[in-house]
């Protein structure tokens, strides 16, 4: 398991990964890597073993708490510590200040960011796919946390060069942000742009004064020994962002 260097110490950062020691042999091979999500017909029981074994992985760092979410490309944010819902959360976003607790994030092209403060008191998780960045996931996330984060990660997405949208997805950032205009190129037919998710984070971090901003030189696209990814094949698996304080 690779976490991500110069974060506070006690914070521990990182993203699966399609290859695992642990992963479990499947009857379909598009989902044959090590998959995290139940919503993407593959079987519940090997999912589950995959998610034992991230379980395992974690508890040598004393991890005794593990929270995932039903995402749905929305802006809502929850603060979970110590209670124990008996449901999936719905929503994007995570933020705790519980140590010994993974948050976890999954996704397969849209882009995981991590927040935390330099003290190593409290972090924070989301996923943000083009709606979610247009709709406030980060700033929501920064508003629920109790202190004002001083760095951020970016973990794999798709990149700007495979990543094509319409022109009312750029209008949804640049009317609310004009800046933003320079995070897209035209694209390959008329009316369509390359979108660049990583530098429309960046911008949005910054404007909240995050300015310790690491990662963002991956693709899920195009690295497919390493990645999942939604729009190279509409039926595959789904990495997890993981953060926890020790």
């Not at 109790?146 to 022109?167: H, V």
Request: hydrophobic share 40%; aromatic share 10%; proline share 5%.
């Amino acid at each position: 398991m690779q976490f991500v260097p110069g974060l506070p110490p006690g914070v521990y950062v990182g993203q699966t990964r399609v290859y695992h020691a642990k992963v479990q042999p499947s009857t379909q091979p598009e989902l044959a890597g090590f998959n995290l999500a139940l919503h993407v017909q593959d079987d519940a029981q090997r999912v589950q073993q995959h998610r034992m074994a991230l379980l395992q992985d974690f508890a040598a760092f004393g991890v005794d708490k593990i929270t995932w979410m039903t995402q749905t490309h929305s802006t809502i944010c929850h603060t979970i510590n110590e209670q124990m819902p008996f449901e999936a959360l719905v929503g994007d976003g995570l933020v705790t200040q519980r140590k010994q607790h993974a948050l976890m994030m999954m996704t397969a092209d849209c882009l995981p960011v991590v927040l935390g403060n330099a003290e190593g008191m409290e972090v924070a998780n989301l996923h943000a796919g083009w709606r979610g960045l247009a709709g406030g996931i980060i700033e929501n996330t920064l508003a629920a946390m109790q202190t004002p984060p001083t760095w951020a990660w970016l973990g794999a997405a798709i990149s700007q060069p495979c990543f094509e949208i319409g022109a009312e997805v750029k209008a949804a950032f640049c009317e609310k942000y004009p800046e933003l205009d320079s995070a897209f190129q035209p694209g390959g037919q008329a009316g369509k742009y390359y979108a660049d998710l990583y530098a429309i984070a960046r911008y949005i971090l910054q404007q909240h004064g995050i300015n310790t901003v690491l990662g963002g030189d991956q693709c899920s696209y195009r690295q497919a020994d390493e990645y999942f990814s939604y729009r190279r094949e509409a039926k595959t698996g789904r990495m997890a962002t993981f953060v926890f304080m020790t």
